[in-house]
């Protein structure tokens, strides 16, 4: 596994996606591999 240098920054993505069964199994291959990662919560809003 890469180690990242020290001060160095990170790749980050956003994945935006309704199908919560994608969006938990990927955030669990995340976990697997190690990478940091953050679930946030769906808006409310139905903004046009």
Same mark, same amino acid.
Do not use: N
């Given at each position: 596994?890469?180690?990242?240098?020290? *001060? #160095?920054?990170?790749?980050?993505? #956003?994945?935006?996606?309704?199908?919560? *069964?994608?969006?938990?199994?990927? *955030?669990?291959?995340?976990?697997?591999? *190690?990478?940091?990662? /953050?679930?946030?919560? /769906?808006?409310?809003?139905?903004?046009?």
């Amino acid at each position: 596994m890469t180690e990242l240098v020290q *001060g #160095a920054t990170g790749l980050r993505i #956003a994945v935006i996606d309704t199908d919560s *069964g994608f969006l938990q199994v990927f *955030g669990k291959r995340l976990e697997r591999v *190690g990478w940091e990662h /953050r679930v946030r919560p /769906r808006s409310s809003c139905r903004c046009a």
